[in-house]
């Protein structure tokens, strides 16, 4: 995507050919920083401190992460260690286990001197796979918008609601939940979307915002609680968001307080899609609710703000009473029930185990 007209993705193999550079995500929509990563510990900082966040590009900055680390040593008891340190960094998302895991099955069987090569390209290949499903997702996601389009009167837009940030700051490229809506736009069909700030950390805001600007796709910042005041008063054509884990069943993981939305939409029968590339099912979970771990992040998130004043300095502000303690966890749990369809690379779905195994056979045997 571009920035400035300049095109961009979120993560990039440096001039050097060596090190990583990446968009810093904690300074936007402020300042547009790039960060060079140079080592494992570097990596993994970026990944749990957020500079880089959302479900395929924490994997996509593991699997580089794990080429930062064999430039210090090959060993497979080096490479074991590596994984341990990345996949620790954050518990939700499981695009980040399975990006290391498939890093491992690639070099673990390699002689030590071929490892770091072939790590970096199969970095690389991670990233590539990760913008054609997320372009393919945008085209699959754009069809459903043109059939609600249909419905609209002339010149209408279709009215979309999104939590959290699923663009391509989230991914290599495109994103999840935004990619429809950008190739919808490109395809000339009238979109607006309805912007959740998606507290404590406000990526909705901050980012989502961003990357909408910067595109041209008209949009409304909305506070949190507001999106099911809308869905009543006909505002809302259809929610989408992403996801951090999908379970083989179709329930779907993602930033908290994307269920309440979810309840909201099927009490208003407003359609509820979730977008997603194949590397965010777990295949091996079944019940959400139960199995998922939810990442608790600290409570400085929710007792504080983070913004730009007037005179352009990023600050922190208290929103609490100092003696206020608070609980912050990051991600909930949408149960398959709640969902009218996933929208992956390899088209839609019902959002259930007949449904995914029927775009994903292979997961059957
Ligand atoms: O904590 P984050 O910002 O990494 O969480 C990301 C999300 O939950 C996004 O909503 C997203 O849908 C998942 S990644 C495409």
């Known amino acids: 995507m571009k920035v400035n007209g300049q095109a961009y993705r979120s993560i990039w193999l440096a001039a050097d050919g060596v090190g990583v550079e990446i968009i810093d995500q904690t300074q936007l929509p402020f300042r547009f920083v790039v960060a060079r990563l140079d080592t494992l510990e570097e990596a993994a900082t970026a990944i749990s401190r957020m500079l880089v966040r959302g479900a395929p590009l924490i994997g996509a900055t593991a699997a580089y992460g794990v080429c930062l680390g064999l430039r210090s040593g090959a060993s497979s008891a080096a490479l074991e260690e590596m994984a341990v340190r990345l996949i620790a960094c954050r518990p939700t998302a499981v695009n980040l286990r399975w990006a290391v895991e498939r890093m491992l099955?690639?070099?673990?069987?390699?002689?030590?001197?071929?490892?770091?090569?072939?790590?970096?390209?199969?970095?690389?290949?991670?990233?590539?796979?990760?913008?054609?499903?997320?372009?393919?997702?945008?085209?699959?996601?754009?069809?459903?918008?043109?059939?609600?389009?249909?419905?609209?009167?002339?010149?209408?837009?279709?009215?979309?609601?999104?939590?959290?940030?699923?663009?391509?700051?989230?991914?290599?490229?495109?994103?999840?939940?935004?990619?429809?809506?950008?190739?919808?736009?490109?395809?000339?069909?009238?979109?607006?979307?309805?912007?959740?700030?998606?507290?404590?950390?406000?990526?909705?805001?901050?980012?989502?915002?961003?990357?909408?600007?910067?595109?041209?796709?008209?949009?409304?910042?909305?506070?949190?609680?507001?999106?099911?005041?809308?869905?009543?008063?006909?505002?809302?054509?259809?929610?989408?968001?992403?996801?951090?884990?999908?379970?083989?069943?179709?329930?779907?993981?993602?930033?908290?307080?994307?269920?309440?939305?979810?309840?909201?939409?099927?009490?208003?029968?407003?359609?509820?899609?979730?977008?997603?590339?194949?590397?965010?099912?777990?295949?091996?979970?079944?019940?959400?609710v139960a199995e998922i771990p939810i990442e608790e992040r600290g409570q400085e998130e929710v007792l504080r703000l983070q913004g730009q004043d007037d005179e352009g300095t990023l600050r922190a502000i208290a929103i609490a009473p100092a003696a206020t303690p608070a609980v912050n966890p990051a991600f909930d749990v949408t149960p398959a029930r709640l969902v009218s369809g996933l929208i992956t690379e390899r088209g839609v779905c019902p959002a259930s185990r007949q449904g995914l195994l029927g775009l994903y056979p292979e997961q059957g045997k």
């Open 105 to 288: 099955r690639v070099l673990l069987p390699l002689p030590e001197e071929q490892r770091l090569r072939a790590a970096y390209q199969e970095a690389g290949r991670i990233c590539e796979e990760d913008v054609a499903a997320n372009e393919a997702i945008g085209r699959h996601g754009a069809a459903l918008i043109a059939s609600l389009a249909e419905k609209k009167k002339l010149g209408e837009p279709v009215n979309i609601l999104t939590h959290c940030n699923a663009g391509w700051l989230a991914t290599v490229d495109w994103g999840t939940a935004l990619a429809p809506i950008f190739k919808a736009v490109e395809q000339g069909i009238a979109v607006h979307v309805w912007v959740d700030e998606t507290r404590p950390r406000n990526q909705g805001a901050s980012l989502t915002a961003w990357e909408l600007v910067a595109a041209g796709v008209p949009h409304h910042l909305i506070v949190d609680n507001a999106g099911g005041h809308l869905m009543q008063h006909g505002l809302v054509d259809c929610c989408i968001v992403g996801t951090d884990r999908t379970t083989a069943s179709g329930d779907v993981c993602n930033k908290i307080g994307t269920y309440l939305k979810a309840l909201a939409a099927f009490d208003n029968q407003v359609p509820f899609y979730v977008a997603l590339p194949g590397s965010t099912v777990d295949w091996s979970v079944d019940n959400g």
